[in-house]
């Protein structure tokens, strides 16, 4: 999940940019842009950076073990002949 933080850092970012009659309402501007960017960002189905390690590791071990696999499928066809 994303940082609250950093939401909340973005939405105060957006919200420094609206013009001068809007940010006199900031209070619901950047209720609104949180829950907006929230949203928006839950629907992309992240994962962290440390989720995103695991998965990979896990992966590389995978195709090693497959790599060993076909080898002694491969050799066990060869004693076949």
Request: charged share 35%.
């Given at each position: 999940?994303?940082?609250?933080?950093?939401?909340?850092?973005?939405?105060?970012?957006l919200s420094n940019t609206l013009p001068a009659g809007i940010q006199s309402m900031q209070g619901d501007v950047m209720k609104n842009l949180r829950a907006g960017l929230e949203s928006g960002l839950a629907r992309l189905d992240l994962v962290s950076r440390e989720e995103f390690e695991v998965q990979a590791a896990v992966l590389s071990r995978t195709r090693e073990k497959l790599k060993r696999l076909e080898e002694q499928v491969k050799a066990l066809e060869e004693q076949q002949r």
């Amino acid at each position: 999940m994303i940082d609250s933080k950093l939401i909340d850092d973005l939405a105060q970012r957006l919200s420094n940019t609206l013009p001068a009659g809007i940010q006199s309402m900031q209070g619901d501007v950047m209720k609104n842009l949180r829950a907006g960017l929230e949203s928006g960002l839950a629907r992309l189905d992240l994962v962290s950076r440390e989720e995103f390690e695991v998965q990979a590791a896990v992966l590389s071990r995978t195709r090693e073990k497959l790599k060993r696999l076909e080898e002694q499928v491969k050799a066990l066809e060869e004693q076949q002949r």
